[in-house]
């Protein structure tokens, strides 16, 4: 599955993962977010990032369902496009895509550094 193969589907539901201690030793966390054709995706690091269903699949069943309040703001919604960070005038690899939905809101993942 590719970005515009999402675009214009409605988000049906959000789960993540949440790991505090990969095997590199690091915190881990990723959402995962199922489009009303039944397919997942994630949210990009890069323009041309493709999702592999079946190991999208796998982590989203084991993954948790989101339980809060603002999800219902998000769910149902229609993706509209993607946004990506650059950083004199290349592509920020270290920040995810910025998902902008049909009610103005827009979703991402925020990795925080600490130095």
Not at 34 to 47: A, E, G, R, S
Not at 69 to 95: A, G, R
Request: proline share 3%; net charge negative; glycine share 2%.
């Amino acid at each position: 599955m590719t970005l515009t193969d999402s675009i214009g589907k409605i988000i049906t539901e959000i789960k993540y993962c949440y790991n505090p201690e990969n095997k590199y030793g690091l915190q881990e966390f990723e959402s995962f977010i199922k489009i009303d054709n039944d397919k997942l995706i994630q949210i990009p690091y890069f323009p041309t990032e493709e999702w592999n269903e079946s190991e999208t699949l796998k982590k989203f069943e084991l993954a948790r369902k989101v339980e809060s309040k603002p999800i219902e703001l998000i769910l149902n919604l229609k993706i509209i496009n993607y946004h990506f960070k650059y950083f004199e005038n290349e592509l920020d690899e270290m920040e995810k895509a910025i998902i902008e939905l049909e009610n103005g809101l827009y979703i991402t993942e925020k990795m925080d550094h600490l130095d």
